[in-house]
């Protein structure tokens, strides 16, 4: 709370300012406008208990900070990140200057063995590493995709290959469709093959 009654509070600290917004908003009042009481400490705990209620994150700020506009490192956002294992697919085109693939098409089997399309990943790649990724798999292109309905998801023009390799991917949540949001590639699984990714059931 930046002003109250006419009075300028950038300058106090955040404790103070927001004694001041719980005089205005008290605890356990309802409406559109909640005052949210702050976690002192245990800051990790609180992460991991709000990433496993499937909540985005959580914000952390120096409590005895004054309201600063714009960015800063008074004010931490920390998001819930997931890592999970996923068969390589296929593969899109670069574009511009990026060389070896654009993406990898990732997928994942259920119990029953169904192949499913969990989106693709185009971040975390070095160059040398897009390289080498393009030749490996094109050792183990596909004429045809793999499944009519995975096809269907994927972008168009889209490369398929045998899904023997694995990768380990980094993302913040599922989506509604079941397609990864924000992933972030780790790294080849060399000790998993892409079948034997099963995830569900």
């Known amino acids: 709370m930046p002003y109250l009654e006419g009075y300028c ?3 106090a600290p955040l ?4 004694r001041a917004l719980a005089r205005l908003l008290p605890s356990g009042a309802g409406g559109r406008v909640r005052y949210s009481r702050h976690v002192a400490g245990d800051g990790p705990g609180f992460l991991a208990e709000c990433c496993r209620r499937h909540c985005e994150g959580i914000v952390s700020k120096r409590r005895d900070a004054p309201y600063t506009p714009g960015h800063g490192r008074d004010w931490l956002k920390i998001k819930c990140v997931a890592r999970e294992e996923f068969a ?4 899109t085109d670069p574009r511009g200057s990026r060389e070896g693939i654009g993406s990898l098409l ?12 969990a989106g693709r990943v185009g ?3 070095s160059r040398t590493l897009l390289r080498a990724l393009r030749q490996r798999l094109e050792r183990l292109a596909l004429a045809v995709p793999p499944d ?12 398929w290959v045998r899904p023997e390799l694995a990768a380990e991917v980094r993302f913040t949540e599922w989506t509604p469709e ?10 080849l699984r060399e000790d998993k ?4 990714v099963v995830i569900g059931g």
């Open 193 to 196: 093959r892409g079948e034997d």
């Open 106 to 117: 990732l997928g994942y089997y259920d119990a029953a063995g169904n192949l499913h399309y």
């Open 88 to 91: 390589i697919i296929g593969w």
């Open 9 to 11: 509070l950038m300058a």
């Open 123 to 125: 971040t975390g790649f």
């Open 15 to 18: 404790e103070e300012r927001k």
């Open 148 to 159: 009519r309905t995975v096809a269907a998801a994927a972008p168009r023009r889209s490369h």
């Open 178 to 187: 079941r397609r990864l949001r924000h992933p972030v590639f780790i790294g």
